[in-house]
């Protein structure tokens, strides 16, 4: 895995997972309410998302939703004090990543193909617009990522909302962090098997990290999306 590659994986998920968990012990550990505690930990998502957007000069979609999430949460949490209401929240970020991600399978390009766009460089990026327009098995391969990742969201989702609801407040980050990690975990290890049976079998990497740049892609007239 290249520095590029494992930057664009870790930091993710060291903003999202790691570090809103170990900073909400530290609150509760420090005697700081529940709902208190899961806000201000929660900030730290939404804080890199709008430092991002002002960096980059571009909003995206999802990080809006982050923040607005936490807004209303926040919101929500202020007058009724219940922490769950903030635990929900984790729950819906999923849902709607999940469903977004099946979405794109009816757009131009799944999310896959976009995804592997922050991973190629050079010559890999005219490399996989040549495997999409020419090699139909390369459209189908990353059409069946685009519902493995988007179900693991909604997989996600879906014990989340019974996590916040029915188990006790404290205990629900780590087991929440910890099912997402596996969840996670499960489908890379599923990708990466996948693409490196599809690497051996037609000579082209699904994301463009490997290989001979400028590799032939086999044509196929009238093919395309």
């Known amino acids: 895995m290249t520095p590029h590659v494992r930057r664009a994986l870790l930091v993710p998920l060291t903003v999202t997972i790691a570090l809103p968990l170990a900073l909400y012990y530290v609150l509760r550990v420090q005697g700081t309410a529940q709902w208190q505690a899961l806000l201000i930990s929660s900030a730290i998502p939404a804080a890199h998302a709008v430092v991002t957007a002002v960096r980059r000069r571009h909003v995206a979609l999802f990080d809006l939703l982050v923040v607005a999430l936490l807004v209303l949460s926040a919101a929500t949490s202020l007058i009724s004090g219940d922490p769950r209401v903030i635990l929900l929240k984790d729950a819906v970020l999923p849902a709607v990543l999940g469903l977004w991600i099946l979405g794109t399978l009816f757009l131009a390009r799944p999310f896959p193909f976009e995804f592997g766009r922050h991973l190629r460089r050079g010559a890999a990026e005219a490399d996989a617009e040549r495997a999409w327009h020419g090699l139909p098995e390369y459209r189908q391969a990353l059409r ?50 996948r693409s490196r049976r599809f690497r051996a079998r037609h000579g082209i990497s699904l994301f463009g990290t490997g290989g001979e740049a400028g590799a032939p892609v086999p044509q196929e007239a009238g093919s395309g999306a």
Do not use: K, N, Y
């Not at 179900?151 to 909302?161: E, N, P, R, V």
């Open 144 to 193: 069946g990522l685009t519902v493995l990742w988007g179900g693991m969201q909604l997989l996600d989702a879906a014990l989340s909302t019974v996590e916040a609801l029915a188990l006790p407040v404290d205990a629900v980050p780590v087991i929440g962090r910890i099912q997402s990690f596996a969840l996670l975990g499960l489908v890379a290890v599923i990708t990466v098997r």
